[in-house]
């Protein structure tokens, strides 16, 4: 089976930094993609991991180990407007369908 | 350019009765799925289209759901006979190829009364 693991919900302050956890044990690996959500609209790519390491962009980093089964997205000078669920998600194999986690639901406050 | 778009926005159906969703893809773009989010849940996979391959049904919960991609381009999913189980927010993505990633739509909220 496939399971996707990341905190519920998750508050910070504005101009902070936090650090969003997704742990995962899938059948397979294939990359590792985060998506933000914000209420009632359509999840947004935000990153794609495929091998270990750091990838930046911007005010958002992700990274990702494989061995470990483990990937964290990083987001740094906190914006209100930052405020939204944040997806993990792993294709597990050829094809690019996507397992999804229940997404973390982070609040900015001034 | 013009995103994933999605009709209709909000449907409300009785109980036994079918519904279609639609979903228009991103011009150009060969791969399309279907997801579906109920309240307070992860996105769970439906049915994956890719170019003129057969489509991959293995989300699909039971035999009352079903999809059709017509011309390579616009989607439909059928749900026969709903049930208030299947009350959720359809969301359809699509690619510009099979690796690449997915851009999805607004969805459309299914309400089952």
């Known amino acids: 089976g496939q399971n996707i693991d990341q905190p519920t919900e998750m508050t910070a302050t504005e101009g902070a930094i936090v650090q969003i956890n997704c742990t995962y044990q899938?059948?397979?690996?294939?990359?590792l993609f985060w998506y933000q959500q914000h209420a009632g609209e359509a999840p947004t790519f935000l990153s794609y991991?495929?091998?270990?390491g750091l990838e930046e962009k911007g005010r958002f980093s992700s990274f990702l180990s494989r061995s470990k089964g483990y990937s964290y997205l990083l987001l740094k000078e906190l914006q209100m407007k930052d405020s939204a669920s944040y997806l993990c998600?792993?294709?597990?194999?050829?094809?690019?369908?996507?397992?999804f986690g229940g997404g973390t639901r982070l609040m900015v406050k001034p | 350019g013009a995103g994933v778009s999605q009709s209709p926005s909000n449907k409300v159906t009785e109980k036994g009765k079918d519904v279609e969703l639609r979903c228009d893809p991103i011009?150009?773009?060969?791969?399309l799925y279907w997801y579906r989010q109920s309240l307070g849940q992860g996105l769970e996979f439906l049915i994956y289209?890719?170019?003129?391959?057969?489509?991959?049904k293995s989300g699909l919960p039971s035999d009352r759901f079903s999809a059709e991609r017509t011309g390579g381009s616009v989607s439909t999913l059928t749900i026969q006979r709903t049930q208030q189980e299947d009350s959720a927010v359809y969301l359809c993505a699509s690619s510009l190829s099979g690796i690449t990633e997915q851009y999805f739509g607004p969805g459309t909220r299914l309400t089952v009364t």
């Open positions: 998600a792993v294709r597990p194999g050829a094809g690019n369908m996507l397992t």
């Open positions: 899938t059948s397979g690996f294939n990359g």
């Open positions: 991991n495929v091998l270990d």
């Open positions: 011009s150009g773009h060969t791969a």
């Open positions: 289209f890719q170019g003129n391959s057969a489509p991959d």
